[in-house]
């Protein structure tokens, strides 16, 4: 239960924070929007870089663990997309959806909460689902707003455009680069290193700070129902698919398969409202979708660390 709270209250504190300074009024009437943009245009593509430097061909090699946390991840996504919906509803708030079922707080949270749990054996793994979510999951979604948004014209000319776009959005250039010079075998030079960690480190709390400055702004909102089917698929769905494939479709060491499990489980990240944010479109469902899987997770997590502590896997 430790582990949980000293995981979990971080995120409240921070949202806490944001909602502070915006009922104070602190950082002014742009500030929220000025946050947003630190985060979209420098910190969070900073993050994605390093994150894609730190990745190596054998740790890609462990096939079933990487399929699991692909399907794991595709499940709840495809869920955004078999919904009901009015004919006149946006692709690209679908696809924002389907990324807050699927996209877990993997960094902020993840990856501490993995060390404390399964202790430093857990580190690979989490990586891995770090690079899943962050990346790959981040990237499609990427790519299929922005075909949506230069929709309605000639079929190569919406191909051009949304090839144009997407080598200028900075969240998906960010990772592709990082990926490139991973390949390349070579270190980063030590002061540009540092100056990238240090950029990127900022990219999480700068985005639960905002998503404070958003709620305390946009005062309630979210539909009940899109939100509760946003926590359901994120908090139950995921977890539980890859939990299937991780201990009875695959073969992988238990630590590998509780990895897997923890990380699928962890709330909804600020991946969604960033999106939301810098695409315009409205982002109250997923800010109350990130608080309120972020509170209910209290309970599921303590409950699998309560069975991973059942099956003697408890890092001591």
């Not at 000293?6 to 009437?29: C, D, E, K, M």
């Not at 462990?62 to 869920?79: A, E, K, T, W």
């Not at 010079?181 to 990127?200: E, H, K, N, S, Y």
């Amino acid at each position: 239960m430790l582990a949980v709270i000293n995981a979990t209250l971080p995120v409240f504190a921070l949202i806490l924070a944001g909602w502070l300074s915006a009922r104070r009024q602190l950082l002014g009437p742009s500030g929220g929007d000025a946050l947003n943009r630190f985060v979209i245009y420098l910190a969070l593509p900073a993050l994605l870089f390093h994150a894609m430097t730190q990745v190596r061909p054998e740790q890609l090699a462990h096939g079933g663990y990487v399929l699991s946390l692909i399907v794991g991840i595709v499940v709840p996504f495809v869920i955004a997309f078999c919904v009901k919906r009015p004919r006149d509803a946006r692709r690209t708030d679908v696809a924002i959806e389907a990324l807050a079922n699927a996209y877990a707080n993997s960094g902020f949270m993840g990856i501490p909460l993995c060390l404390v749990v399964l202790g430093p054996d857990s580190l690979a793994p989490a990586i891995i689902a770090v690079l899943m979510t962050a990346c790959v999951l981040f990237g499609v979604t990427i790519t299929l707003i922005e075909f949506d948004q230069h929709q309605g014209q000639h079929p190569l000319r919406t191909v051009l455009k949304t090839g144009r776009a997407l080598l200028r959005n900075p969240l998906l250039l960010s990772p592709v680069l990082g990926l490139a010079w991973a390949f390349t075998g070579l270190q980063l030079p030590l002061a540009l290193d540092r100056f990238i960690v240090l950029l990127g480190d900022a990219a999480s709390p700068c985005a639960l700070v905002a998503i404070g400055l958003f709620l305390a702004q946009a005062g309630a909102g979210g539909t009940p129902s899109t939100v509760a089917r946003i926590v359901f698929a994120k908090l139950i769905v995921q977890p539980a698919v890859t939990a299937v494939l991780v201990l009875f479709v695959f073969d992988m060491p238990p630590v590998w398969a509780w990895t897997a499990i923890l990380m699928g489980a962890l709330p909804i990240g600020t991946g969604p409202f960033m999106l939301a944010q810098m695409y315009h479109r409205d982002a109250q469902s997923a800010s109350r979708a990130i608080l309120v899987s972020t509170v209910i997770s209290v309970l599921t997590i303590s409950a699998l660390i309560a069975l991973i502590q059942h099956q003697g896997m408890l890092h001591h």
